[in-house]
């Protein structure tokens, strides 16, 4: 019930392509969904977060899909450069946005010249 | 932006010994930080959360006595790994926001590797 499926496990992308990693969770009672990058030996970062009221998010070249009725979202990184090449990792709470975190599973991110 | 500062980044210490982690929040009050571990290449996994001024609430399995956590301002937690072990070696990871309530996101700490010989 709390977890939070992540897929895929690892994406390889060309320098300009289109990286698209997904979610799907089962808790109809979260209400938040962060993602979030991270570089080896460092913390997660937040990119972008949304709120199941809206469909859509977009910040810069991020871009949060959020489907309610399937309980699914997802990434889109447009025009992937190589200093996007990190682990990203979907996220869900319930009850605001400093609530317990569900973490996904995680995705390696390459992105080459 | 929010900065949560953690500290030491590295650690090795022999086995046996009790090691502290600090987690400060360094320009906004959080009235909840979060405690994670995370083993290479995995997902992080909470292991629990505190709320300043009160007790920590562990998540399942994981060992109060041997991770205790202390949150007495809203600037900064600490988490003790008491008597550690080979198997204590992880990458600690704290997380501070604003409450349950609150519109200030979780952000993240870098993290401290600790390597216990």
């Known amino acids: 019930q709390q977890q939070v499926k992540q897929s895929p496990q690892s994406l390889i992308v060309q320098k300009g392509g289109i990286s698209i990693i997904n979610c799907a969770y089962e808790?109809?009672?979260?209400?938040?969904f962060p993602w979030y990058q991270q570089f080896p030996g460092k913390g997660p970062a937040l990119l972008i977060a949304?709120?199941?009221?809206?469909s859509e998010k977009k910040e810069g070249r991020f871009t949060i899909s959020f489907n309610k009725s399937a309980k699914q979202f997802s990434l889109h990184i447009m025009d992937s450069q190589p200093g996007d090449s990190a682990t990203y990792f979907c996220a869900a709470s319930e009850t605001g946005t400093a609530s317990k975190l569900t973490f996904g599973t995680g995705t390696r991110l390459q992105v080459t010249l | 932006g929010a900065v949560v500062s953690q500290h030491p980044s590295w650690v090795i210490c022999k086995s046996g010994t009790s090691v502290k982690i600090e987690c400060r929040s360094l320009d906004f009050q959080a009235t909840t930080m979060f405690w994670y571990r995370q083993f290479p290449k995995q997902s992080l996994m909470l292991m629990a959360t505190?709320?300043?001024?009160?007790?920590?609430?562990?998540e399942q399995g994981v060992e109060k006595d041997k991770f205790l956590i202390n949150h007495a301002s809203l600037t900064l937690s600490t988490l003790t790994v008491t008597s550690a072990h080979p198997e204590d070696s992880s990458f600690y990871i704290c997380?501070?926001?604003?409450?349950?309530?609150?519109?200030?996101?979780?952000?993240f700490g870098d993290g401290t590797r600790l390597s216990i010989l």
């Open positions: 949304i709120r199941p009221d809206v």
């Open positions: 997380s501070a926001g604003g409450g349950a309530y609150s519109n200030q996101p979780q952000h």
């Open positions: 808790n109809t009672a979260f209400d938040y």
């Open positions: 505190s709320n300043e001024g009160s007790k920590a609430t562990y």
